[in-house]
């Protein structure tokens, strides 16, 4: 461990250590004095009784509304919110007996709730629960917000596209995830419960409570008599405390370490059996909203059982995919599944399977636990997707012990723990390594030939659109800038800007010439893949590098500019092609010089678009 830079921080750390623990060490000298035989045992021990049942009476009620109440605080934002969150810590910064004073004006004899109780509520045990609770409160209450607020919010999403109505999501997802502060909240509020002095001695005097009792022996017997009636507190607080270390220290779930000699390269392929094409029903989605200087506003209409929406970060993609899901509110939405319209159905009556950037998984279930959490979940359909998944041996594990690669292959087994005509994925592979991600595609390109449900997927990555999809939705700010066909797409862009979402950088200008003949530059004609164009149009054209082969037989005259060093048997080459500067790749076994080359291009490799 390193040691700290500033060597005086010990010493303040340690002197207010030693200040703390000091009062203790003073009352264990003072045992052997203590008059252990002129204690009132007996009122002790009704005292003992009373705050014993008074703070588990408070804690308990408390707990009934702080938990939903840091739950509240945790998952809503707004000035309102911070208004309440403000009102509920008040407690803790006012003096307990102004705290007394106020809860008498609430409950006193003469308040119209003292005068509808008979004063039932002062002067009682009543009295003192309520107020130990006013008192303990906040403790619980930010407990609970902390504690709910390092849940992943989308865990409660990928339940209630699981099937789950808001108050299982709660049970079985959110509250398993956060006991462990809650707990350490409520044993707090138990201890200052137990403790409260100020408040309660002014709201009920009678029956004593052991502070107040404490407070009355010792203006009667003064400091000899203290020790014994301080015990059961000591005992209380020490027991209390030592439950809390207990439940609160250390890793909030056990696990095995992951060994890394497993690799996720090893996961079985997904073989496609020989089956007739998958039954597709139609998708049709159109969604507004508008946000802090973003609008979404898309719409699209298709029947292809892939599909993929592409775009950089910020352009709406997963805000799309999650309107989709009915998991984020839309000013204006239509959404319709094989004739069926789905936009006013809750995410848990959807019936879609949805798999998080995170995939998603819950910390605390292993991997048997997460394919039975969906509603409905298929035992058969589970263990059919361990098997064809590579997860067999796997299903007593936690996700903390599972590669990347495993937990995506859980996340995909649970989604289809049940019947669902659309699979959503929110970029699924982005944080997985290049061989890795590699392996995935392929795996999954072969499981969307063997599933019946429709595959929607977002992606920034082209090279994934491209493999995963028969259509491509583009969006740019919230806008579709073109969708259609891959094919269609890619050959015939809409734009420039769409070019570059494609992958395009190996850009140019150019001018048709008939038909599908571009001019080039410099007099050179370059033949062009589909549809006839208008001649005299003008349009951008782009060819990936690797689609440009340089030797003998091309049909192009070019000129090489320069060439990189060669790198793993490939070497990159700047070229003129007409009046195009272009960059390309050639194997580095073939042997070229700058100065004229042949080129060749492919017409269906050739972008295009107008401008």
Known sequence: MRRPSWPLLPWLGGLLALYLAAPFVAGLAHVGLADWAAADWAGLGDACVVSLLSATAATLLVALGGVPLGYLLARRAGRGMALLGFVVQLPLALPPLASGILLLFLLGYASPLGQLTHGALTDSFIGIVLAEAFVAAPFLIIAARSAFAEVDPVLEDVAATLGLRPWQCFLRATLPLAWRGILAGMLLTWLRAFGEFGATVMVAYHPYSLPVF??????????????????????????VMAVATLFTDGRAWASHPVSPAEADETAPAILSA????????????????????????????TTAHRLAILGVSGSGKSLTLRAIAG????????????????????PERRGLAYVPQTYGLFPHLTVAEQLRFAAGSDAALARHWIDRLGLSGLQDRLPETLSLGQRQRVALARAFSRPAPLLLLDEPFSALDAPLRAGLRRALRALQAEIEATTVLVTHDPEEAFLLADELLILDHGRVLQAGPVDTVFSRPASEAVARLLGADNMAHGVVTEGNLIDAGAGLRIEVGGPALRAGARIGWAVRPDSIRIG????????????????????????RLGGAKLRATADATISLAPGPCAVSVPAAAVQLWML
Do not use: N
């Not at 060439?563 to 048997?569: E, I, L, N, R, S």
């Open 214 to 239: 404490t407070y009355v022996a010792f203006g009667a017997q003064g400091l000899p008599a203290m020790l014994p009636v301080l015990l059961p507190t000591l005992v209380a607080a020490v027991a």
């Open 274 to 301: 020989d089956r007739p094409p998958p039954l597709v029903q139609p998708l049709s989605f159109a969604f507004r909203r508008e946000l802090h200087g973003f609008t979404l506003d898309v719409e699209w209409q």
């Open 327 to 346: 998991l984020d509110w839309m000013q204006a939405a239509a959404l319709t599944l094989g004739g069926k319209d789905l936009s006013r159905l809750a």
């Open 552 to 575: 003998e037989g091309g049909r192009y005259p070019g000129t090489i500019l320069d060439m990189a060093a060669p790198v793993a048997g490939r070497c990159e080459v700047t070229l």
